[in-house]
């Protein structure tokens, strides 16, 4: 299976990273083709909802989403890698997102697999509401089969003493 994982930490070595770093890890094990796409430091603009795609041509933006949504369509499975800033989708990320609206058919046509990687200060009971939220109406619009989340918490060595790391592994090794 293709795999194309949308990291959106701007702390190349933090909590989020992390996990996501142990996800590839298992889904490379067992065979998978992973292919990394940094969105924090990717030249994406915003979409500014001209609709000139007619919702599955091209983007009259010429940045870096061309390539990132040929690699998205060219994938089996998506994976949104994001730290939790105030309870949603990085900026990054988000970003990316909004531009899926020019290859919309082409997703939801896909069918395609995908998992949600966040990981936040805190883990109060209501932490990832919001973002567990949008990533459910994501996956029930775009038609995706959700896989599965890991949702951790705390600084990178909290974080690297938790469970989340190991959880992460065994969620890529057997996806």
């Known amino acids: 299976m293709k795999i194309v994982v949308l990291k959106s930490s701007g702390n190349t070595h933090g909590s989020s990273n992390l996990l996501a770093d142990e996800f590839i890890r298992g889904a490379k094990e067992s065979g998978h083709i992973v ?55 990085s900026a990054q990320l988000k970003t990316v997102i909004d531009r899926f609206c020019a290859f919309n058919s082409g997703l939801t046509s896909k069918r395609m697999r995908s998992v949600l990687i966040s990981a936040a200060w805190n883990n109060d009971d209501w932490t990832f509401e919001a973002l567990e939220t949008h990533y459910k109406t994501l996956v029930r619009y775009l038609h995706f089969n959700d896989c599965g989340s890991i949702l951790g918490c705390g600084s990178v060595g909290m974080t690297q003493s938790s469970e989340y790391p190991k959880l992460a592994y065994k969620l890529g090794k057997t996806i």
Do not use: Q
């Not at 915003?46 to 795609?53: F, K, N």
């Not at 007619?54 to 061309?66: A, Q, S």
């Open 35 to 89: 292919t990394e796409i940094d969105v924090y430091r990717a030249n994406v603009k915003s979409c500014t909802g001209c609709v000139a795609c007619g919702y599955e041509g091209d983007c009259v933006l010429n940045d870096d989403m061309i390539s990132i949504r040929r690699t998205i369509l060219d994938s089996d499975m998506i994976v949104f890698v994001t730290p939790l800033y105030y309870y949603g989708f």
